[in-house]
């Protein structure tokens, strides 16, 4: 509305100062009055070039013909100027295509019929002022609506890269939580409910499976406050480097003491790049609590094979009837993802016996 106000206001003073012609009108004069009627009309409808694009061009260009009948006047070639803009700018896309199909069409069609009446000074004066009032506030304002489309793309892909990195931090500080945690409280969880459910004539083996509990205990708050100083750390890092696959045997430990009868074959696999040995230590972690819950006294074995070009993991387990529960799933995801964050082949399922492998590269 402000905008209409400036614009019939400035049109006044261009009237009053005499300095409204474009083109000539047709009988030498048109009174002011009829021009500022004009230009009142028109200004009212580009009050609405924001909120009715269609109402705004229609209202402003029925004002401009007849103002072009009598002589098109610089007030009026200015108001057309604005809306035309406006409208190809904010307009719907279908508007905007029609816009410009239909300024090219006018373009060409009034330039080739004053063309067509012999006087090619008046064509070319007539050309100029259509591509003025016309071509120019349309190629404009395309050319700014592209720009900010494409502003708003960059920044949409932006902000879809950004919730991306954030969901994978979320899924590595979830994934890197539940391997420290799981373990260590399944093992914590299953060795208090044989200390309940010992006789009170056997101090010995209860205090055995208390030394368990209190070795997990402490392990799992080591393993935490690595990771709470990973995540407090100034430059990001990938992993926490606290555990390694020689450290293996403990694992194998633990799970012993909650009753599960463990062979461990490999010992030994030598140095091996950061990324898979700390992806194999934890699906050994994972692949052994997993057993501890679902097959609790059942045999397991853990192979570490180191071949030419590859590292082979091999964790398998008794199935038993009547187990714990299926679970969640959570740990079987966490395992694949490790495993192909570092490039690894990842399996696990039955197989007469419930197996877990992966191949790591080197």
């Not at 609590?289 to 045999?299: F, I, L, Y």
Request: contains cysteine; glycine residues 8%; proline residues 3%.
């Amino acid at each position: 509305m402000l905008v209409a106000v400036a614009f019939f206001a400035l049109g006044l003073l261009v009237h009053r100062l005499g300095l409204d012609q474009v083109m000539g009108s047709r009988d030498g004069h048109v009174p002011i009055g009829t021009r500022v009627a004009l230009l009142a009309v028109a200004c009212a409808g580009q009050a609405f070039r924001h909120r009715a694009p269609l109402v705004a061009l229609g209202v402003v260009g029925a004002a401009a013909a007849v103002d072009l009948y009598l002589g098109l006047s610089a007030p009026m070639m200015m108001v057309c100027v604005d809306v035309l803009f406006v409208a190809t700018l904010n307009g719907p896309r279908r508007l905007h295509q029609v816009l410009v199909g239909a300024v090219a069409v006018a373009t060409v069609g009034i330039t080739a019929a004053v063309a067509a009446a012999g006087d090619w000074r008046q064509s070319f004066y007539t050309g100029l002022q259509v591509f003025s009032l016309l071509v120019v506030p349309v190629w404009w304002a395309t050319n700014v609506r592209r720009h900010r489309e494409s502003a708003e793309q960059i920044a949409r892909i932006a902000e879809l890269d950004r919730r991306a990195a954030v969901n994978a931090e979320r899924n590595r500080m979830a994934r890197d939580l539940h391997d420290v945690v799981a373990g260590h409280m399944s093992a914590i969880a299953i060795q208090s409910e044989a200390v309940l459910s010992l006789r009170s004539g056997d101090p010995e083996t209860a205090r055995t499976v208390l030394k368990s509990v209190r070795e997990n205990s402490v392990r799992a708050l080591a393993e935490m406050r690595t990771m709470i100083d990973v995540l407090r750390a100034d430059e990001p890092v990938d992993e926490p480097v606290a555990v390694r696959l020689a450290d293996v045997g403990r694992l194998v430990d633990s799970a012993a003491a909650t009753g599960l009868d463990v062979e461990f074959r490999g010992g030994d696999v030598g140095e091996l790049p950061v990324g898979v040995d700390v992806a194999a230590y934890r699906i050994v972690q994972e692949a052994l609590t997993n057993a501890v819950k679902h097959a609790p006294g059942a045999r397991a074995s853990v192979v570490l094979e180191r071949q030419v070009r590859r590292l082979v993991v091999v964790v398998r387990n008794d199935v038993v009837d009547g187990s714990r529960g299926a679970g969640t799933g959570t740990g079987l995801v966490s395992m694949a993802e490790r495993a192909h964050l570092v490039g690894a082949v990842f399996s696990a399922g039955r197989d007469g016996d419930w197996v877990v492998r992966a191949e790591f590269p080197l």
